[in-house]
């Protein structure tokens, strides 16, 4: 009986979205975390999430997450299914058991943030690397990624103090999502899809820098546009010039088909 009872369980499936953009005052990409309104974990902060219904696909869930909560409608060229998050013990701290489809989300601006159902409050986070961890902040509050080396060991050790740790385990959610996108960087960086439909190769370094751990000024100009080329086009030059000297030259993210690098990855 006991095993019947084990299959005939039906958890919930929940859709998770590592929103990302870019402040191009402060040259900065950002992560969009909303603080919860309800139990478990009421207070804590997390990335926006919503339960899979019964109509719908999770690309579709994932895209539905972005329009109700910030208001914009997007293709699906700007989300990517992350990975899915199913250990058990992350039914831990009074939730039921729930099954997470973690997607990322690249919004081409950075629109501003009003709570909406489920939330007290929504905020950008700048995003950076510190002493060697992937950092978000937003004035006095601050979140690190796991440290952990595997899932296996995030679960067994995992701490919770709402003040440094994201809700349930999404600290480790967000270190996934940082390697995913480190790992993609040289052949197919959809977290340049942050800067819009055209940016100059400063701002796509800026993208670039905190996943590679790393300040800007030490990525060459040069030898980043030399590795990097086969993923971009240049379309132009600015016609409003933001830094001292000449016009910076523009590009523009290449569509996956007209990547040949791409089609053996």
Known sequence: MSEQTELL???????????????????QVNM?????????????????ETYLRTEESADAAALRLVREKIGLNLSAIHTEQLATFTNPMRSGRGRD??????YMTFL??????K??????????FAFSAEAGHYVVRNGALHFKASEATSQAKYYENAE??????????????????????????????????????????????C??????MKKVDAIDN????????HLLKEIGTETVQKRPGRPAKIYALKPVEDDESCKTK
């Open 160 to 205: 919770y103090d709402p003040k440094t740790h994201l809700a349930f385990d999404y600290d480790w959610i967000f270190k996934v999502a940082c390697e995913r996108i480190r790992n993609k960087l040289n052949y197919r960086p959809n977290v340049l899809l942050v800067l819009g439909s055209t940016f100059t190769m400063r701002e796509a370094r």
């Open 108 to 113: 081409p601006e950075m629109p501003p943030l």
């Open 207 to 212: 993208v670039y820098a905190p996943f590679l």
């Open 115 to 124: 709570a909406g159902y489920g939330a007290t409050d929504a905020r950008w």
């Open 222 to 229: 040069s030898n980043f546009r030399k590795t990097h080329m």
């Open 9 to 27: 369980e039906r958890p919930y499936i929940n859709i998770v979205n590592v929103i990302w953009s870019f402040d191009r005052e402060t040259s």
């Open 97 to 102: 058991r729930i099954l997470s489809l973690a």
């Open 32 to 48: 969009l975390l909303v603080k919860r309104a309800n139990e478990p974990e009421k207070g804590a902060w997390a990335m926006p």
